[in-house]
């Protein structure tokens, strides 16, 4: 059988923890910082775990990721 190929967006975007739980970056962080409230500026620091059903899609597309 052939290998499985990994997305290359998914790859980029996305990175596995030890328990197997997804993490990403906050979204809603690239532009128009202006318009935010300075309260979800602090809480969308740093990177956050996806739920199961979106981490499920994500590790369909990941399928070496440990």
């Avoid at 967006?9 to 328990?19: P, V």
């Avoid at 739980?21 to 128009?32: S, T």
């Amino acid at each position: 059988m052939p290998k499985m190929k990994t997305k290359s967006s998914a790859k980029k975007r996305f990175k596995m923890t030890a328990s197997g739980k997804v993490r990403a970056a906050q979204a809603g962080k690239q532009h128009g910082m202006i318009k935010r409230s300075n309260k979800f500026i602090r809480n969308a620091r740093g990177t956050t775990t996806l739920s199961a059903p979106d981490a499920k899609i994500v590790k369909s597309y990941m399928p070496y990721a440990r």
